[in-house]
């Protein structure tokens, strides 16, 4: 299983797959939940290298069918977390999850980079359209799991989660090797924690107090200094000079940054 990718536990029981986008969180699909709700405890997380780790579900977006799972306090993820992209139709894919060790690993063509898709939660959402090579017949276990993209000898990029399967419509009770996968930039537009007002919220609890200790100044100037930078990135794309994909990576990448601990522009 690559560094990244988790498998989500509860009770003994594996519940399904996730990944983490940053060193707290761990997003996965709702429906791997199995009902958990947000504040439910109880939740374990398993690295690629065997550690379990406890957790809780601090947010789901249940129209969308996305969740966000936090690592508790005491512990700390130090594994290499792959950039956000934006999927072009016709790129290759690759799922580096696999629900175990005796199943392969998926691959094969983005049809759609960019589809607006009815998902089983109900909402409209932005999703990719994947054909896989290996043919199935039933790929459950590998919801959760993330969609990397990679373009030539560029480095690999999460571009989606893996929510549904398509059936075949020519034969009822069978399904077909399409896959559908919310993009990260839907992802993202779920959940607060991606804001940078919220932000603060998570980083300094009682920010919002007149009298701030000088710890959290730095925190709080890193914040404002994302905010203002992001704002710029959206008025250029407001303005036709930027493209609207661009700016939801950049803005990806730069609330990682913040949420990870770097706030002078060097990693902790």
């Known amino acids: ?63 969308a069918d996305l969740a966000l799972i936090e690592i508790s306090a005491p ?12 999927a072009s139709s016709g790129d290759s894919w690759r799922g580096p999850y696999r629900p175990a060790t005796n199943e392969v690993e998926l691959s094969g063509i983005i049809d759609n980079g960019a589809v607006r898709y009815l ?33 030539g000898n560029r480095e690999a990029t999460v571009v989606g989660i893996l929510l549904e399967q398509i ?38 609890p009682g920010h919002t107090q007149q009298e701030e200790s000088t710890d959290v100044r730095p925190l709080r100037a890193a914040a404002d200094r994302v905010d203002v930078v992001l704002q710029t990135f959206q008025q250029l794309s407001d303005q036709k000079v930027m493209d609207p994909a661009r700016v939801s990576e950049l803005r990806y990448l730069a609330l990682k940054h913040v949420m990870e601990g770097d706030w002078d522009g060097t990693t902790a």
């Open 75 to 86: 512990f700390s993820v130090a594994q290499p977390i792959p950039p956000a992209g934006i």
């Open 167 to 204: 059936p075949d419509r020519s034969t009822g009770g069978r399904n077909s090797n399409v896959l559908f996968a919310a993009t990260i930039r839907e992802a993202m537009e779920r959940f607060d924690q991606f804001d940078v007002a919220h932000l603060m919220d998570v980083l300094c």
């Open 1 to 63: 299983m690559t560094s990244y990718c988790v498998d989500v536990w509860q009770a003994q029981q594996r519940l399904g797959g996730g990944f983490l986008v940053t060193r707290r969180l761990v997003l996965t699909a709702l429906h791997c939940l199995r009902g958990m709700r947000a504040g439910d405890p109880d939740v374990e997380i398993v690295l690629a290298d065997g550690r379990r780790l406890a957790g809780q579900v601090c947010r789901p977006a249940k129209e």
């Open 119 to 151: 998902c089983e939660g109900g909402a409209d959402i932005e999703a990719l359209q994947l054909t896989v090579d290996q043919l199935l017949g039933d790929y459950s276990g590998y919801s959760g799991g993330p969609v990397e993209a990679a373009i």
